[in-house]
């Protein structure tokens, strides 16, 4: 893992971005694939207490002097501003790993805003797959290609599907089958990848055991086995 420094390059109205900031990140950064995630700290901030996880939330673009500005989604305290220094931990833990004979990709958002999805929609578009995405929440700059359904027709999208990725808060997944508008226990057909999306207060440095998810074989830690997770591990059926 490796540590860069960045800045905060600037701050976006999340709703219509899709992003809450856009983080310059250096000329030879590795950049977050989708679901992975980075850890900010900002140096000068002595309030901060813990460091703020971000997950990409659309292309990155080249910036002046070699960089690239990234369109990122995280819960930034308010305090910090554009221009503020940051240090970048990461890219860290397993993203989504989209199957290579995937022809149908499901998306579903059900954590609130899209914006973690979004790359790997880009991802799946340059592999050829068709991709449709459910959302209630406003979605800004979606490729043409993808088709946008709202979360009602989740269960048709999911039966349309090869492959299902989605989001979905920590403390929600116990309603998850509703969520996906199924009645339990999951097809085990079902292929699909969740990014649980939780508190990762030491990002895997100190076993905290805050991001910690029950699993078919114990326990995982979303901040090192995740925040991916393969739905088959989480709930084998
Ligand atoms: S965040 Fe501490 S163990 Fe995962």
Redesign the pocket.
């Known amino acids: 893992v490796n540590h860069y420094k960045g800045r905060l390059a600037e701050t976006l109205l999340e709703r219509y971005q899709n992003a809450t900031a856009r983080l310059y990140c250096p000329p030879l950064m590795k950049l977050p694939k989708a679901g992975q995630y980075m850890q900010l700290v900002s140096p000068h901030d002595e309030l901060q207490a813990v460091p703020v996880s971000a997950f990409a939330s659309g292309a990155a673009e080249q910036a002046d002097g070699g960089g690239f500005l990234l369109p990122i989604l995280a819960d930034l305290p308010e305090r910090w501003q554009p221009g503020d220094e940051l240090s970048i931990r990461g890219p860290l833990g397993r993203g989504f790993e989209l199957p290579k004979r995937a022809k149908r990709v499901a998306l579903a958002a059900l954590a609130g805003n899209p914006g973690r999805l979004l790359p790997l929609a880009s991802a799946a578009l340059a592999q050829g797959c068709e991709v449709a995405l459910c959302t209630d929440a406003a979605v800004a700059s979606l490729p043409a290609a993808v088709e946008l359904r709202g979360l009602a027709d989740l269960p048709a999208v999911i039966a349309w599907g090869d492959f299902l990725a989605f989001d979905i808060k920590i403390e929600e997944l116990e309603g998850l089958e509703e969520k996906l508008g199924m009645r339990s226990p999951l097809p085990r057909a079902l292929e699909a990848q969740a990014l649980v999306v939780s508190p990762?207060?030491?990002?895997?440095m100190?076993?905290?055991?805050?991001?910690?998810v029950p699993a078919h074989k114990g326990e995982r830690?979303?901040?090192?086995d995740g925040p991916v997770v393969e739905l088959r591990e989480m709930f084998p059926s």
Do not use: Q, T
């Open positions: 990762m207060p030491c990002g895997g100190a076993k905290c055991g805050v991001c910690a830690l979303l901040c090192e």
